[in-house]
T-cell receptor, first 115, second 116 residues
Framework: SQTIHQWPATLVQPVGSPLSLECTVEGTSNPNLYWYRQAAGRGLQLLFYSVGIGQISSEVPQNLSASRPQDRQFILSSKKLLLSDSGFYLC??????????????FGPGTRLTVL | GNSVTQMEGPVTLSEEAFLTINCTYTATGYPSLFWYVQYPGEGLQLLLKATKADDKGSNKGFEATYRKETTSFHLEKGSVQVSDSAVYFCARHRRQEQGSNYQLIWGAGTKLIIKP
């Protein structure tokens, strides 16, 4: 069966510090991968998605970036955090290839607080 | 249009009450439709889905029917429990012609509070 992991679970960082959040998927190959942000009490905002290694599409211009160094690894980064980067970050995957219409499966999330 | 609209929350009900959370969508065609649930402090879980018109998705006592005539996918449950308290998200697939068929378009979420 497939599983998705995110870490860390919680993170408190000062403004201006760097960020690295990691997401890994097990039990599947060539998944589509997604990073979402959820502000407190709000809906989901798609930040990045990837259909393959090294292929990143950005949905919202911001000071965040994403990378996919391996097939099942997706990393969200920032060089300098802003207060507005606080939120709940969710990684998700969906089957690639001919099953591309399938649903997305979510990780447990990372709670980021920027002070 | 290209959107998913959910009823605003919070929705507050007593235990064993009947639940309806409305969801309507705009689309040219018949995209797959989904309901996800998010319990406090957790990620989203797929609750149910429907892939074509008139399909009924069901899980854990929840149901939703894909209504193409009214472009709706309302979530229902006959008797809610305190443990159903969560945020519920409606979503649909984007169409292939937009070049992003693997993406989902999300509703804003509806917070459900069940009181004992």
């Amino acid at each position: 069966s497939q599983t998705i992991h995110q870490w860390p679970a919680t993170l408190v960082q000062p403004v201006g510090s760097p960020l690295s959040l990691e997401c890994t998927v097990e039990g599947t190959s060539n998944p589509n991968l997604y990073w979402y942000r959820q502000a407190a009490g709000r809906g989901l905002q798609l930040l990045f998605y990837s259909v393959g290694i090294g292929q990143i599409s950005s949905e919202v211009p911001q000071n965040l970036s994403a990378s996919r160094p391996q097939d099942r690894q997706f990393i969200l980064s920032s060089k300098k955090l802003l207060l507005s980067d606080s939120g709940f970050y969710l990684c998700a995957w969906s089957p690639g290839g001919p099953n591309r219409y399938n649903e997305q499966f979510f990780g447990p999330g990372t709670r980021l607080t920027v002070l | 249009g290209n959107s998913v609209t959910q009823m605003e929350g919070p929705v507050t009900l007593s235990e064993e009450a009947f639940l309806t959370i409305n969801c309507t969508y705009t689309a040219t065609g018949y995209p797959s439709l989904f309901w996800y649930v998010q319990y406090p402090g957790e990620g989203l879980q797929l609750l149910l889905k429907a892939t074509k018109a008139d399909d009924k998705g069901s899980n854990k006592g929840f149901e939703a029917t894909y209504r193409k005539e009214t472009t709706s996918f309302h979530l229902e449950k006959g008797s809610v429990q305190v443990s159903d308290s969560a945020v519920y998200f409606c979503a649909r697939h984007r169409r292939q012609e937009q070049g992003s068929n693997y993406q989902l378009i999300w509703g804003a979420g509806t917070k459900l509070i069940i009181k004992p």
